[in-house]
T-cell receptor, first 118, second 110 residues
Framework: GAVVSQHPSRVICKSGTSVKIECRSL??????MFWYRQFPKKSLMLMAT?????????EQGVEKDKFLINHASLTLSTLTVTSAHPEDSSFYIC??????????????FGPGTRLTVT | DAKTTQPPSMDCAEGRAANLPCNHS???????VYWYRQIHSQGPQYIIH???NNETNEMASLIITEDRKSSTLILPHATLRDTAVYYC???????????FGTGTSLTVIP
């Protein structure tokens, strides 16, 4: 099946610094990528939808100036957490919508990035 | 997209079939039922999806009731590696976003 990678898998940063997380589709082109956040023992919460070459669409309550998303190519989207605070510590997961197989709308998820802000 | 309701947790003996229910009573005619699972500290993994017919693949079977208001994911011979949180999601095929509910935490017991 299609593979999505994330880098880094874990990152620890100090409060006030910025952290960039990369999401790559390795064997397919993804016109649309999605970013999720997951707190411990909670479900995935969609943060934003990222379309290649255009501005990301953010879910209600997600600060676009804090979570910068850049979808520069059909295989790469980046999420930058700016001025990180301890409450931003979470598991960040991306997914990519792959090439169509009929009308199936499958999404392929990355392995996630564990962010810890100290 | 329709909301789904799943039991918060279930246990299953290793080697037995695991039957995970999902209620989606407000599902619309053009909405599909998707199942994903998430093993601890990993990204979600696609399992199966369907519209109204029952579906089977190498991982599982999906049984959708005739009125489409509920479905059951069946893992025919559960193994310890199937311990995970299982999410049932109902979504229009033309819509992009997946909205995850709370899922069912399945524990396979030796």
């Amino acid at each position: 099946g299609a593979v999505v990678s994330q880098h880094p898998s874990r990152v620890i940063c100090k409060s006030g610094t910025s952290v960039k997380i990369e999401c790559r589709s390795l064997d397919f082109q993804a016109t649309t990528m999605f970013w999720y956040r997951q707190f411990p023992k909670k479900s995935l919460m969609l943060m934003a939808t990222s379309n290649e070459g255009s501005k990301a669409t953010y879910e209600q309550g997600v600060e676009k100036d804090k979570f910068l998303i850049n979808h520069a190519s059909l295989t790469l989207s980046t999420l930058t957490v700016t001025s990180a605070h301890p409450e931003d510590s979470s598991f960040y997961i991306c997914s990519a919508k792959g090439g169509a197989s009929g009308s199936v709308d499958e999404q392929y998820f990355g392995p996630g990035t564990r962010l810890t802000v100290t | 997209d329709a909301k789904t309701t799943q039991p918060p947790s279930m246990d299953c003996a290793e080697g037995r079939a695991a039957n995970l229910p999902c209620n989606h009573s407000t599902i619309s005619g053009n909405e599909y039922v998707y199942w994903y699972r998430q093993i601890h500290s990993q990204g979600p993994q696609y399992i199966i999806h369907g519209l109204k017919n029952n579906e089977t693949n190498e991982m599982a079977s999906l049984i959708i009731t005739e009125d489409r208001k509920s479905s059951t994911l069946i893992l025919p011979h559960a193994t310890l590696r199937d311990t995970a949180v299982y999410y049932c999601i109902v979504k229009r095929n033309t819509g992009n976003q997946f909205y995850f509910g709370t899922g069912t935490s399945l524990t396979v017991i030796p």
